[in-house]
T-cell receptor, first 112, second 108 residues
Framework: DGGITQSPKYLFRKEGQNVTLSCEQN?????MYWYRQDPGQGLRLIYY???????QKGDIAEGYSVSREKKESFPLTVTSAQKNPTAFYLC???????????FGQGTRLTVV | AQRVTQPEKLLSVFKGAPVELKCNYS??????LFWYVQYSRQRLQLLLR??SRESIKGFTADLNKGETSFHLKKPFAQEEDSAMYYC??????????FGAGTRLFVKA
């Protein structure tokens, strides 16, 4: 079954801890993205990568980090420096250029 | 600045009525615009893109560069159209900017 998979679906973290969200795709897409979705604010871009071993900050990168060691994987780490981490996180991939994005099912992170 | 504005957070129409979801963008280059839809308990997915000039599920959207708009329209709304709709602008360099979204509620 081809697609983009995020795990876990729900994640709880204690304040002060780092946590890593997984995103894997088997679509052979070059570009991958992380968005944060908050009510009333739509999707805001955290980080994106258009090629392995390269990535760029989006609009709200502070408190987050990523890596792109493999084409199919783009994990997002929410660090303790992120002041308001409780949110719904969406990963997406695309062929690149100006192609449509394919989205994962999302991970809901709650800081307790 | 690159920006996508969807002025309506919620749009409620009766079944069979026309619907228009507004989208305005700000971008100095040549825009590539999309409409994405998220149905209840489903993942966000592409509805249509301006370059295709196609109609999907009865929806159309025309790019108006003079008004910097890309409004989504459907002449007769159906209950199954109820969903969250996002307008998106793809700029150069693989970056996509999304609007805040409009929730469409089609009443029976």
């Amino acid at each position: 079954d081809g697609g983009i998979t995020q795990s876990p679906k729900y994640l709880f973290r204690k304040e002060g801890q780092n946590v890593t969200l997984s995103c894997e795709q088997n679509l052979n897409h070059d570009a991958m993205y992380w968005y944060r979705q908050d009510p009333g604010q739509g999707l805001r871009l955290i980080y994106y990568s258009h090629i392995v071993n390269d990535f760029q900050k989006g609009d709200i990168a502070e408190g987050y980090s990523v890596s792109r060691e493999k084409k199919e994987s783009f994990p997002l780490t929410v660090t303790s420096a992120q002041k308001n981490p409780t949110a719904f996180y969406l990963c997406a991939s695309s062929m690149g250029g100006k192609a449509e994005a394919f989205f994962g099912q999302g991970t809901r992170l709650t800081v307790v | 600045a690159q920006r996508v504005t969807q002025p309506e957070k919620l749009l409620s129409v009766f079944k069979g009525a026309p619907v228009e979801l507004k989208c305005n963008y700000s971008y100095s280059g040549s825009p590539e615009l999309f409409w994405y839809v998220q149905y209840s308990r489903q993942r966000l997915q592409l509805l249509l893109r301006h370059i295709s000039r196609e109609s999907i599920k009865g929806f159309t959207a025309d790019l108006n560069k003079g008004e910097t708009s890309f409004h989504l329209k459907k002449p007769f709304a159906q209950e199954e159209d109820s969903a969250m709709y996002y307008c998106a602008l793809m700029t150069g360099g693989f970056k996509t900017i999304f609007g805040a979204g409009t929730r469409l509620f089609v009443k029976a």
